[in-house]
């Protein structure tokens, strides 16, 4: 049992997870105070916050970039690497963000009309808060590389610290700006979009208080030619397997589910909020696993510990699991009421929920090795393969619940299939790249 692995693992992984569910919990708490405006108000802030949460979701794949580049620069003990990888990746960053900020004032209106259709009040509102929080596209992109840094170093409590003291102050100026409290006047969206630039700002302001500390990199401004051309080619097959697993692959299953039965999909929409709440934990694990592999794959005295990193942190994510796939089995409706109070819905979901949670487990070994050939330099193989899969799961599901009226069992049925298929694919690819 190699404990100081284990340790490297939960170093890294559980400040993640703390991380993860403290922006939740402050995202809720947002959007409450969000919801506590007019009908208008509220849905001009839902529509652009949702689109800047899209931008910033799929751009923010170049956190991947960098963590995985990053990694091997360390392993291999180059620092002019290091350097260059930061300072380019955190300028390319900057340059994103002021083009987000210009296309928001310039033709965020537009865009706004023409994508979503609306207009009048709902429309200024909603341009209004999209130029004034588009400037968290850029500060967010800088947070994600600077904590990916943190990771890399073995000091992800910093990330938590910066998370856990940015989102209350965040909170916190967003009740007193949509409101008008504290002699400050009511300003409503243009609030809630301050607000939320002044929890990242001082997120940021952590983060660069610790890299000063650090003292590890000199910052400047500057993109190196190779980081540049080297991060393209990764960004465009990361960026395509988050579009493939994060949106195209929802909306199709989404879409069969809803033509087959609408009260069908609000089930399977309690059961995936449930699992995607599960999952946090197989990420920041995963994640952790992409940072180790990726120092040791560079690291030739460290290579044949690659081997055992992805089965560690699969057993450690188990240990979390297990525990919670057997309240699924002994509080089903306790679990799913947390969701809804509607008893059609709990009904359905409660029968499928503990089954949902069985084929969630294929996810496990999945994800952790799909992280672990990405930290690898494997990033197409991984972006094909998840292709390829998901059109034979979807192909699968269609199957099962159009002709086979399998309803949900069939819907999971099919998620099981797409976790089995590219477990195989994943593993045996992983130990051939490490023979080699």
Same mark, same amino acid.
């Given at each position: 049992?190699?404990?100081?692995?284990?340790? =490297?693992?939960?170093?890294?992984?559980?400040?993640?997870?703390?991380?993860?569910?403290?922006? %939740?919990?402050?995202?809720?708490?947002?959007?409450?105070?969000?919801?506590?405006?007019?009908?208008?108000?509220?849905?001009?802030? #839902?529509?652009? $916050?949702?689109?800047?949460?899209?931008?910033?979701?799929?751009?923010?794949?170049?956190?991947?970039?960098?963590?995985?580049?990053?990694? *091997? &620069?360390?392993? &291999?003990?180059?620092? =002019?690497?290091?350097?260059?990888?930061?300072?380019?990746?955190?300028?390319? &960053?900057?340059?994103?963000?002021?083009?987000?900020?210009?296309?928001?004032?310039?033709?965020?209106?537009? +865009?706004?009309?023409?994508?979503?259709?609306?207009?009048? #009040?709902?429309?200024?509102?909603?341009? @209004?808060?999209?130029?004034?929080?588009?400037?968290?596209?850029?500060?967010?992109?800088?947070?994600?590389?600077?904590?990916?840094?943190?990771?890399?170093?073995?000091?992800?409590?910093?990330? +938590?610290?910066?998370?856990?003291?940015?989102?209350?102050?965040?909170?916190?100026?967003?009740?007193? /700006?949509?409101?008008?409290?504290?002699?400050?006047? *009511?300003?409503?969206?243009?609030? $809630?979009?301050?607000?939320?630039?002044?929890?990242?700002?001082?997120?940021?302001?952590?983060?660069?208080?610790?890299?000063?500390?650090?003292?590890?990199?000199?910052? =400047?401004?500057?993109? #190196?030619?190779?980081?540049?051309?080297?991060?393209?080619?990764?960004?465009?097959?990361? /960026?395509?397997?988050?579009?493939?697993?994060?949106?195209?692959?929802?909306?199709?299953?989404?879409?069969?589910?809803?033509?087959?039965? %609408?009260?069908?999909? $609000?089930?399977? #929409?309690?059961?995936?909020?449930?699992?995607?709440?599960?999952?946090?934990?197989?990420?920041?694990?995963?994640?952790?696993?992409?940072?180790?592999?990726?120092?040791?794959?560079?690291?030739?005295?460290?290579?044949?510990?690659? @081997?055992?990193?992805?089965?560690?942190?699969?057993?450690?994510? @188990?240990?979390?699991? /297990?525990? @919670?796939?057997?309240?699924?089995?002994?509080?089903?409706?306790?679990?799913?009421?947390?969701?809804?109070?509607?008893?059609?819905?709990?009904?359905? $979901?409660?029968?499928?929920?503990?089954?949902?949670?069985?084929?969630?487990?294929?996810?496990?070994?999945?994800?952790?090795?799909?992280?672990? +050939?990405?930290?690898?330099?494997?990033?197409?193989? %991984?972006?094909?393969? %998840?292709?390829?899969?998901?059109?034979?799961?979807? +192909?699968?599901?269609?199957?099962?619940?159009?002709?086979? *009226?399998?309803?949900?069992?069939?819907?999971?049925?099919?998620?099981?299939?797409?976790?089995?298929?590219?477990?195989?694919?994943?593993? *045996?690819?992983?130990?051939?790249?490490?023979?080699?």
């Amino acid at each position: 049992m190699d404990f100081d692995l284990i340790k =490297k693992i939960n170093t890294i992984a559980i400040p993640g997870i703390l991380s993860t569910l403290l922006n %939740t919990i402050f995202t809720l708490a947002d959007e409450a105070i969000v919801g506590r405006l007019d009908v208008d108000g509220y849905t001009a802030v #839902s529509i652009s $916050a949702n689109l800047i949460y899209q931008i910033i979701g799929n751009i923010g794949v170049i956190s991947i970039v960098f963590a995985i580049m990053f990694a *091997k &620069s360390i392993g &291999s003990k180059d620092e =002019k690497k290091c350097n260059e990888i930061y300072n380019s990746l955190i300028t390319i &960053s900057s340059i994103i963000g002021v083009i987000i900020v210009l296309m928001s004032c310039l033709i965020g209106k537009t +865009l706004l009309r023409q994508i979503y259709g609306i207009s009048g #009040s709902i429309l200024n509102e909603a341009h @209004l808060y999209l130029c004034i929080a588009s400037f968290t596209v850029g500060l967010n992109l800088i947070c994600f590389i600077m904590s990916s840094f943190f990771k890399n170093i073995f000091k992800p409590r910093i990330t +938590l610290l910066a998370t856990g003291l940015s989102l209350p102050i965040n909170f916190f100026v967003d009740y007193i /700006l949509v409101f008008g409290k504290f002699g400050f006047p *009511k300003m409503r969206v243009a609030g $809630a979009a301050i607000g939320t630039v002044v929890g990242v700002l001082v997120e940021l302001s952590i983060f660069i208080i610790y890299f000063v500390k650090e003292n590890k990199i000199k910052f =400047k401004f500057c993109i #190196s030619l190779d980081v540049f051309s080297n991060a393209i080619k990764m960004f465009i097959p990361l /960026l395509g397997q988050d579009i493939i697993e994060n949106t195209l692959f929802i909306i199709i299953v989404g879409a069969i589910i809803t033509r087959y039965s %609408t009260a069908l999909f $609000a089930s399977y #929409s309690v059961i995936v909020a449930i699992i995607t709440s599960i999952n946090i934990i197989i990420y920041a694990y995963a994640g952790a696993t992409m940072t180790i592999v990726g120092q040791s794959f560079s690291d030739k005295d460290k290579r044949k510990k690659c @081997l055992i990193i992805p089965l560690y942190t699969s057993i450690l994510i @188990l240990i979390i699991y /297990l525990p @919670l796939l057997i309240c699924s089995f002994l509080f089903p409706n306790q679990i799913c009421g947390l969701i809804t109070n509607q008893s059609l819905i709990i009904n359905t $979901a409660v029968s499928i929920l503990s089954f949902a949670f069985i084929m969630n487990l294929l996810n496990i070994p999945c994800q952790v090795y799909k992280y672990a +050939l990405q930290s690898m330099g494997k990033e197409r193989y %991984t972006f094909v393969s %998840t292709g390829v899969s998901s059109v034979i799961s979807c +192909l699968c599901l269609y199957i099962f619940v159009d002709y086979f *009226k399998l309803e949900l069992y069939g819907v999971f049925c099919a998620y099981g299939i797409l976790y089995v298929i590219l477990n195989i694919l994943f593993i *045996k690819k992983y130990i051939y790249a490490l023979r080699q």
